[in-house]
């Protein structure tokens, strides 16, 4: 009997196991050139199923010597062109017609070439793929319960990452170094049962390198010329907890479950992301009955099994995107955001009216944001991301708000300077953390959260000598002054000095401020005391929508509020005004409340 095993059945290991049994005792097996030559181009590409299969072709070739087969190799080698069209089947082609020329049997455990080898009237022998029962790979033996990730290497002592976040510790888990071989078996072991464990995939194989999601375990495979040793890492969550362990606050809960559609889950490394992504994964799905699909290369969160799991299709995870957005689920978590497509991926997503929930990886909170800048429009920031929560040591700790207005930035004063303003607010506290703006062709990222500062010194002479020359102008004056920084001050006066202090074309200031060398706005005590919302009268002037506030407000910021509904933020300007142009949406809104006598209000910024 001659039979000719295509390259699927000589991968996966099993032929040598079926020429042993009685009805295949002694025949002849048959090898194509073909199939040698395209696992050698895979060998050569560091691809573990080249090696496998080599490493199958060795134990035909020991069956050979001790004649309980009879082995021979035979064909041409096929050209580079041809090994390249492997996929679109150039390489099968040969092999059936090897058992068209030899009049044997073609063993394949490849439905596809098994219903075209039939098709030409070839005798086939179908495998189907095998599927095992769920053992625990050999690799597991170094595993413990707080085991979190397994690191070998060629002669190095296996270690081992220990503990849960926030008290992590690397530890020895052998007494002596690991050898080649015996990391090359544990690679062909863990290749061979993804390959028949109907839960585990090979996500990704290129030159020198595969990734294995194997159950709960993500392993990578590195040889050289990609690392410049053999190496296996495996990584594991050692923990699956629900959205109500973290125990979060009752307002972000509900965030979550009404108004929250896109989020941005942010952490160093190892800080407990992905283990979060599952617990509000579960929480849409389970909770609040909403249709959940995860996005990941490769797919190694653990979620129960009517939260499917999409890989990248034909390895582009845009193609993923498309098919998502025919299925049309309620929420989709995307593990990682990392490159510029990934980020618009997600962008296009959300805005498409899919909840998205980002996994990236970041150093502090605000960092999660400045990854999207660049990549999408600044603009529409806040419209793609409304949430960040940031995980630390497996801990939730921090969350802040995204959201847009149009205000003078924090540390400007003029008026005229207004500009949409991203302003990033700590959930909790409602406090300003950071602003984020367009300043010429440059984007600024203001940590407004962190100038707080407790005066120096220099600073508070600083405030003395203010309050001594505006006594000089004004010595029955009630002064106050308040150094928001080396450069900056604000000054309140009665109501009644504020024209005084001012002068005429802001003379008198302006000449306090060469003496001090200091930038001074200047308010109403009265006016600072304001706490309550203030009736604003609005006109047409021109091609502007004039709020006017009078004078004593002059360098103000005020919350300006239509029908009680939060518009915008900005600074009164030195003639005592706010302008806003016509031609934008803010300006309509405030004409359609003159012309339909809604109130317009004006209420004191207190940040």
């Not at 302008?579 to 803010?586: S, T």
Request: charged share 30%.
């Amino acid at each position: 009997m001659k039979i000719v095993p295509d390259t699927s059945v000589i991968v996966d290991g099993r032929i040598t196991k079926i020429v042993q049994k009685e009805e295949f005792l002694g025949c002849d097996v048959v090898i194509p050139e073909a199939v040698v030559s395209e696992l050698e181009y895979q060998a050569n590409k560091g691809r573990e199923t080249g090696f496998n299969g080599l490493g199958e072709l060795k134990n035909l070739q020991k069956l050979s010597k001790d004649d309980i087969i009879i082995l021979e190799y035979v064909g041409r080698r096929p050209t580079r062109e041809e090994i390249s069209l492997a996929k679109g089947g150039e390489i099968d082609a040969m092999i059936r017609a090897t058992a068209h020329d030899h009049d044997a049997v073609l063993i394949t455990s490849d439905k596809v070439q098994m219903e075209v080898a039939k098709a030409q009237g070839l005798e086939v022998i179908y495998l189907k793929p095998e599927i095992v029962e769920y053992g625990e790979l050999g690799i597991t033996r170094f595993f413990d319960e707080d085991t979190m990730s397994l690191h070998l290497k060629e002669n190095v002592v296996p270690m081992a990452k220990k503990g849960k976040p926030g008290g992590i510790n690397l530890v020895k888990v052998d007494t002596r170094p690991i050898t080649r071989v015996e990391l090359e078996n544990m690679s062909r072991e863990i290749v061979e049962r993804a390959k028949s464990d109907f839960k585990s995939f090979i996500e990704i194989e290129r030159e020198g390198a595969t990734v294995v999601q194997f159950r709960e375990y993500r392993i990578s495979i590195a040889r050289p010329p990609f690392s410049d040793g053999f190496e296996i890492t495996v990584v594991r969550p050692i923990a699956k907890v629900s959205l109500e362990d973290y125990k979060l606050p009752d307002r972000l809960m509900e965030r979550l479950r009404t108004k929250a559609k896109g989020i941005l889950i942010a952490g160093p490394p190892g800080a407990g992301k992905t283990t979060f992504a599952q617990a509000i994964a579960e929480f849409y799905s389970k909770k609040l009955n909403a249709i959940v699909k995860t996005m990941e290369s490769p797919r190694d969160l653990q979620v129960d099994d009517d939260i499917t799991q999409y890989a990248p299709l034909e390895k582009d995870m845009e193609k993923t995107a498309d098919i998502l957005l025919l299925v049309r689920p309620d929420y989709t978590i995307y593990d990682e955001l990392r490159k510029t497509k990934d980020f618009r991926i997600f962008a296009d997503m959300r805005l498409a009216g899919v909840g998205m929930i980002g996994v990236v990886h970041a150093t502090r909170p605000i960092d999660a944001i400045q990854r999207i800048i660049g990549r999408v429009e600044l603009g529409m920031i806040p419209s793609i991301v409304d949430t960040t929560i940031f995980i630390d040591n497996g801990n939730v700790a921090a969350i802040y708000g995204v959201s847009l207005t149009v205000k003078v930035p924090t540390g400007m004063i003029e008026a005229d300077l207004s500009r949409p303003v991203i302003e990033i607010r700590d959930f909790e506290t409602g406090d300003l953390a950071h602003e984020i703006y367009t300043y010429g062709e440059q984007t600024i990222v203001m940590d407004v959260g962190e100038t707080t500062f407790e005066k120096t010194p220099v600073q508070k002479i600083a405030e003395r000598e203010i309050i001594k020359e505006i006594k000089k102008k004004i010595p029955d004056a009630h002064i106050e002054v308040d150094m928001k920084s080396d450069k900056r001050a604000n000054v309140w006066v009665d109501e009644k000095h504020v024209p005084k202090l001012i002068g005429k074309k802001g003379k008198t200031i302006d000449e306090i401020e060469k003496r001090t060398g200091i930038k001074i706005g200047v308010e109403s005590l009265e006016l600072k005391e304001i706490e309550e919302k203030i009736s604003v009268n609005a006109e047409l002037a021109g091609n502007y929508v004039v709020l006017n506030f009078g004078k004593e407000a002059i360098g103000t910021p005020f919350d300006i509020l239509v029908d009680d509904e939060y518009l915008f933020t900005a600074t009164v300007g030195k003639k005592g005004t706010i302008k806003i142009k016509k031609d934008i949406e803010l300006a309509d809104i405030i004409i359609k409340a003159l012309k339909t006598n809604k109130p317009i209000l004006a209420r004191l910024r207190q940040d």
